[in-house]
T-cell receptor, first 110, second 116 residues
């Protein structure tokens, strides 16, 4: 059974600082890994999708890396802004379904 | 980008009522739809997977007679919480995907269900 862990559970940084969010998973036989953002009381917004054959993906200030063999992914958010405050979830796809971590709740202080 | 619409966004009803939640893929054909449940400050737990035209596959521990899922077309799936009780109060989120395993899943905005 796939287990996905996200550390830290919560993070508070001043505006402008770079964010580093970690995700680890126990079974490396995955199709892809997806990072999501969830605002309070809302659904999920897909941020980045990394296929199992890829090492990283970039979109604007966001960069996600994937090391499948060690079961790790890292999401980097450069020059954080108060609008980046949210919960960030990683999810790995194996077989037919996504397995989610519990998320990292980020607060960016103005 | 791909859009998944979920309705209603918030439901408050009395214990014993049945509640139907709709999930629609607006601009793509969703061969597979997923229903998740999320408790406060916890992650999403998959409840069931539905493929168009066939019966849903439920995860272990999820009562199929309690949570009825219908996937009648490539753009619509419904979740009906039958005879809802306060312990069914939760945040329910659907997602949709095309047939390819390598494509991303797209999520609805969720439904907050409160049973009094």
């Amino acid at each position: 059974k796939q287990e996905v862990t996200q550390i830290p559970a919560a993070l508070s940084v001043p505006e402008g600082e770079n964010l580093v969010l970690n995700c680890s998973f126990t079974d490396s036989a995955i199709y892809n890994l997806q990072w999501f953002r969830q605002d309070p009381g809302k659904g999920l917004t897909s941020l980045l999708l990394i296929q199992s054959s890829q090492r990283e993906q970039t979109s604007g200030r966001l960069n996600a890396s994937l090391d499948k063999s060690s079961g790790r992914s890292t999401l980097y958010i450069a020059a954080s802004q108060p609008g980046d405050s949210a919960t960030y979830l990683c999810a790995v796809k194996d077989d037919y379904k996504l397995s989610f971590g519990a998320g990292t709740t980020v607060t960016v202080r103005a | 980008g791909a859009v998944v619409s979920q309705h209603p966004s918030w439901v408050i009803c009395k214990s014993g009522t049945s509640v139907k939640i709709e999930c629609r893929s607006l601009d793509f054909q969703a061969t597979t739809m997923f229903w998740y449940r999320q408790f406060p400050k916890q992650s999403l737990m998959l409840m069931a997977t539905s493929n168009e035209g066939s019966k849903a596959t439920y995860e272990q521990g999820v009562e199929k007679d309690k949570f009825l899922i219908n996937h009648a077309s490539l753009t619509l799936s419904t979740l009906t919480v039958t005879s809802a009780h306060p312990e069914d109060s939760s945040f329910y989120i659907c997602s949709a995907s095309t047939v390819s395993s390598n494509q991303p899943q797209h999520f609805g905005d969720g439904t907050r269900l409160s049973i009094l």
